[in-house]
């Protein structure tokens, strides 16, 4: 399987998720696999530059959405503080690494 190939797979899986998990229309879930994509495809060519994924260990801030890898895969989350704790929070989410939903986008309104 080519990279290509592998991230189309992972975007697919990863937006069939957020859609069963939030019941999300489907415009929606093409924005999640977009950035998805474009979120690896930039962190395959800037490999160097500071690397955009938070090890599960960082608490992230409050109300920001992100796209976290955990045992099952990946998975959209939005740390509200509703356990008792983050470390919590990670220890029943099985959350590894996560990052921020906009810095996996493009900026400045790129398309």
């Not at 895969?73 to 919590?88: A, F, M, P, T």
């Not at 939903?101 to 309104?109: A, F, M, Q, R, V």
Request: glycine share 6%; charged share 30%.
């Amino acid at each position: 399987m080519t990279r290509e190939e592998e991230i189309e797979k992972v975007a697919t899986h990863y937006a069939e998720l957020v859609e069963w998990e939030y019941n999300i229309p489907t415009s929606i879930k093409r924005i999640v696999k977009s950035a998805y994509r474009m979120g690896t495809k930039w962190s395959d060519e800037h490999p160097n530059l500071e690397n955009i994924w938070h090890d599960a260990s960082e608490e992230p801030r409050y109300n920001e959405i992100m796209l976290g890898m955990d045992s099952d895969g990946v998975s959209l989350y939005k740390w509200c503080g509703q356990e008792d704790s983050w470390d919590s929070f990670c220890g029943i989410t099985e959350l590894i690494r996560w990052a921020y939903i906009n810095d996996l986008l493009p900026k400045g309104g790129e398309k």
